[in-house]
């Protein structure tokens, strides 16, 4: 639901890096991602400018956000989804097929809706 399987790389993943899970999880995905296929960014950094990207600066803290080279805009559980295609291998390319089911697709939605808030407590 809601992600092109035509994707174009390389992406850009647009992250809290003063939130401790956010931190943690993009660390993981930089140990994985061996080629150019994705590019991270902390938009907490002092040195980030949303603006010059023509973005909210409030609207990227609310989720995670991708770009594609295309320039779509991914945010949210779609924006995991896409980084996870990016991610060599199946295992995670498989876990973001499944959460594009209707079902799982709509608890993940309804859960990262409850997180994201509340992210910076954990």
């Known amino acids: 639901m809601g992600l092109p399987q035509d994707i ?3 992406l850009t993943v647009f992250y809290d ?3 401790p899970v956010c931190s943690r999880e993009i660390a993981h995905y930089r140990t994985l991602s061996r080629s150019n296929r994705l590019h991270f960014i902390d938009i907490s950094a002092a040195s980030f400018d949303a603006g010059a990207l023509g973005l909210e600066q409030s609207e990227l803290m609310k989720a995670m956000h991708a770009q594609d080279a295309a320039g779509r805009l991914y945010r949210g559980v779609e924006a995991l989804r896409a980084l ?3 991610l060599p291998g199946l295992r995670y390319r498989r876990l973001s097929q499944l959460l594009g ?8 939605v309804l859960g990262y809706r409850v997180f994201a808030p509340v992210r910076h407590w954990f």
């Open 8 to 10: 174009l790389f390389p």
């Open 84 to 86: 996870w295609l990016g």
């Open 17 to 19: 890096g003063s939130c």
């Open 101 to 108: 089911l209707p079902g799982l697709h709509l608890l993940m």
